[in-house]
């Protein structure tokens, strides 16, 4: 249960660091150039830059103004207005290649500043924006999900005439049962104890295979789930795999652990 709240706050804390770097990444990262360009006296400056589709342009003023800025060339043409402002950023859509860049201000200026900054930086920046909002919405997720599936213990445990019976959840899906059994087995015992296994699971809807070694499969026949059954020397270990579109997590359990001990009543005369 700890363990939860601690995986929602590192998620959460993440998520809002992603977030903040996501709109503080600086410019810089994706920098290709910048370049201070003077304005003359009727207040009209240009420059030519070379530009690559999805460039973010930058121009930054040294005091508020209003005016005119456009970007031109190779049948390229972009033309806007800014108001009373220090910066703005255009993106750039064209194809490849050198760019008059000329703007009209209304105030006064002696100069205005421009910066190129590549694809690259709306990439990451947009990826970062991504996986924090992606990430905040997990956290208080895993909660839900938590409380959605943990209706019983993640383990339960019991003793069945001398043999202790653990059942614990592994997954969503999936359980993982033990019989410790009271002595060590020959193999003709364990011969046995595979055939009454066997003879359990088939009186109880399922179809089984022996396999290999000391393995038994066990699949209902209503497709609710799957065993694989490993009798070993001093502990028969049992896999459950529920499926998935009818896994509950960790309430299947209940299920499952009676299940088993139910198999340990009916096979401890092997």
């Not at 998620?11 to 977030?19: E, T």
């Not at 909002?133 to 997720?141: D, E």
């Not at 895993?142 to 019991?158: E, N, R």
């Amino acid at each position: 249960m700890e363990r939860v709240y601690k995986l929602a706050l590192i998620l959460a804390s993440v998520a809002f660091a992603l977030i903040v770097l996501s709109f503080s990444l600086p410019r810089e990262f994706g920098l290709k150039m910048v370049s201070t360009v003077g304005v003359n006296g009727s207040g009209e400056g240009w420059t030519i830059i070379w530009l690559d589709t999805n460039d973010q342009v930058t121009v930054a003023l040294p005091k508020l103004s209003n005016g005119t800025f456009s970007i031109t060339g190779g049948g390229y043409n972009y033309t806007d207005v800014f108001w009373d402002t220090t910066s703005f950023t255009v993106l750039f859509k064209g194809s490849s290649g050198l760019y008059n860049i000329s703007l009209v201000s209304e105030v006064p200026l002696d100069y205005f500043n421009v910066s190129v900054s590549g694809a690259r930086f709306t990439w990451v920046h947009n990826l970062l924006a991504v996986a924090g909002l992606v990430m905040l919405a997990a956290s208080p997720g895993s909660i839900f999900f938590y409380y959605l599936t943990k209706q019983y213990p993640d383990t339960k445990s019991d003793v069945v005439e001398g043999v202790a019976v653990t059942c614990r959840t592994k997954g969503y899906d999936r359980h993982e049962c033990q019989l410790r059994l009271p002595a060590s087995l020959d193999e003709g015992v364990k011969t046995r104890l595979r055939s009454a296994l066997v003879d359990f699971y088939t009186h109880h809807n399922y179809v089984c295979t022996e396999l290999t070694g000391d393995l038994i499969y066990a699949r209902h026949r209503r497709g609710r789930n799957e065993v694989f059954i490993n009798v070993g020397r001093e502990v028969v270990t049992f896999q459950y795999r529920v499926r998935k579109f009818l896994a509950h997590g960790s309430r299947d359990l209940e299920w499952v652990f009676k299940e088993v001990r139910d198999v340990a009543r009916a096979t401890l005369g092997y």
